[in-house]
Each structure stands twice: as C-alpha cells, then as structure tokens.
C-alpha cells in the first residue's frame, strides 16, 4: 500500500473487505513514526512506548469500522495514543505508589538511564527539564514544539480551547527555559 | 530547526534562548523497528481475537497458561569413538572363538562318530573259519600263489618244524 496515499483512499481501503489488511497497514506505515514519538517522549523507555504503540494500533483496527469522517484520522490517532498513554502513567503511578512529583521524579530517573544520556549536551538536559513539567503541559508543549501541531487541532484533540492551549504552552516554554539556565 | 516558521518565532517572542535549542529528539529507536512494526501489530491483534474469541466460548481456559506439560527428552550423550572400537573388538574376539568352539564342536562329533561305527569286539569276536569257508578254493590258491613269495620263513628245516607243531599241540 502507498504511503502517499491520502487518508480517504487509506480508509476507503480498509472498509473494503478484500484490501482490508492492506488499508491497515497503509494507514499504521504512514502514522506509526509519529505516533511512536508522541508516545515515547512522555514514557522515554522505547519497551513502554513500543508495549503502548501496540495496544494503539490494536485499539485502532477494532476502532476503524466504526470511525467516523467527522474528525480527522490523524487527530483521532493522536486522541487514542495520548489517552493510552495517559492511562499507562497512571497504571505505573498506581503500581509505584508515589505523588505527581515523585513520579516527574521517576520519568526524569529514566532520561537518565538513558544509555545515551549526557547531561553536558542542551538536547539531553531539555528532555530532562520536559519530564519536570506536569502531564498535560508536557503534552502540550511536544505537540506544539515537535509534532508542531496547529492550536486549533490540539483543541480537538485534548478538549481544550486554544486560549488555554496556547497559555499552557507559553507558561511550559518558561518553566523549561529556567529548567535549563539553573541546571 | 523547526519547519515550521510560526512556532520558531512564537518561542523566539518568548525568550531569544530558545534560538540556542534545537528540537532535535536525543532518543534512539531500534534497528529496522518501524519495519517490522506492523507484523508484530498483526500479531497482537490475532492473540487477542483469539483470546476473546475463547472469552465467549470458555472464559476459563484463558485463565490457564498455555503451556504443556510435555518435555522432550535430553538428547543422549554420543558414544566416544574409542568405545565403538572397543566394543566391535569386543564383537569379534566373541565371533571368533564362538567359530573356534563351533569347529572344536564339530570336529569333536565326527571323530567321535567315526569310531562308534567301526565295531572293535564284532571284529574280534568274528569266527574266522566261517569267513574263509565263504571264499572259494580257487580265490584262496590264487591268494597263495600271489602272497607265498612275500612269506619269509626263518632258516629252519621241515623237520624241526613237524617237531615243533607236534610239541605245541
């Protein structure tokens, strides 16, 4: 299946019985890096992202029959991934029996356990200063900052208005850029 | 550097550190991940049709872990060569005196055989003059005329040996 095909084609493809399996896989070739980077710089081990991105994709070929053009694929993707995400944070916060702050604390512990983590280079101590932040911000910001996604389709996504988005965003940028000048 | 102008300048608005970072992610991804990435989703999806496919049927046996209770064997040492050797030497040392003691046997059987057959006391018990009666006149003085030259007489007259038979009878 072509990877350049547009979402239409893709979904029209997969609700075709006989190109079925040929509609998934287009639509998880052409999503999987992006939905593999949303994920793993909330979790940073690739074991967690990799158990989490599956669970995704799974979700999404029980989900697709029924999903509906009114949203976009891309933001629909995006909604299912952060919200296994935030369930799996929430699983290991139940599991590890710690505060918010504590868990920061956890996820900041494993950038670096990183086996390629310097604490001399700026790129390493960002992500460090990402992990400080709380859950919705951080999401905030890596959508923003990485996946560079337009306010309006992060509003569809997190249920947020863009004001708030926006606000949250800047407010992240700032709480980074002290993280950073004081480390 | 990010593509996209508007948020580059939107941080830039924000504080001219941000120039000084890139987004550019630290992390490293697996080998050849993205590429095998949709046969392990495909996978997932097939155990869990399975898996609930049987929660409908027989919720129970999704509790019980799928495993056998069977074992194959440990695969049994191999002889050392040396053994072999021996143990054919062994082999044939056995043949070979199996074959001795088989001819031994056998040779034993026909000696013995042979003189069981030959009957020593019938010979000895046999009346003479009865056989020599069956042979004619005629066979026995062609014997004679054959033989008598062979006889060797010790030198000794006619006379002393009428003396002689007369004193032994």
Redesign the interface.
Known sequence: MDLHLDDTSLLAAFHNHTTK?KGF?GI??KY??KL??HI??ML?S?EDT?DV??MV??KV?NGLENFRADSKLYTWLYRIATNETLTFIEKEKKRAIVSLDQDSEIFGDKVKA?T??DEN????R??LAIKSLPEKQQLVFNL???D?MPYQQMSELLDTSEGALKASY?HA??KI?EF??SY | MHQNKTIHEELETLSPFWTTIQSQMPYVVPAHYFETLPSMVRAKIETEAVYDELELIAPLLNTIPKQTGYQIPVAQEKVPPVTTTVKMFTWSKIAVAAALIGIMVLGNYFYTSEKQTFDYSAYIGADHTQIIETISDSTLTAYLDVHEKLIVTPDVSDQELLEYIQSSN
Request: hydrophobic residues 40%; proline residues 0%; without cysteine.
């Open positions: 399996e896989n998880v070739k999987q890096e593999y980077w793993r710089r940073v690739h990799n991105l599956q994709l799974v070929w990183d390629h983590f280079q700026l790129i390493w960002l992500q923003r900052y990485y560079e800047h940028a700032k850029e950073i000048k």
